[in-house]
């Protein structure tokens, strides 16, 4: 069953959303119906699951790696930010820093 909706659209955005509407091979009413399916379906998703339905590994999006030991960021601070000041200076001073 489909419904027949009329909405008003000034005319820059129409001429806008039919040239993208024939870039994408779709008549301006397919487009429409394109955004309104997607838009819904994003709001259906439960968060944390990208679109293929897989959970969503945050690491990707922030470039993180997850080789090495882990780090407690929030109790070692103090430490890591020392030791990264450390192997700057030994670095910019023309000294080896020291490998673990």
Known sequence: MSATVEINVDDELMEHAASRAAELGLTPGEYLQRLLRDD??????????????????????????????????????????????????????GQQPRRR
Do not use: Q
């Open 40 to 93: 819904l379906e994003a709001c259906e998703r439960p968060t944390g699951l990208a679109e293929d339905g897989e959970p969503f590994d945050i690491s990707e999006m922030f470039d993180l790696v997850t080789d090495g030991p882990e780090t407690d960021i929030a109790k070692d601070k103090d430490k890591l930010i020392g030791e990264a000041v450390w192997e700057e200076y030994l670095s910019e001073s």
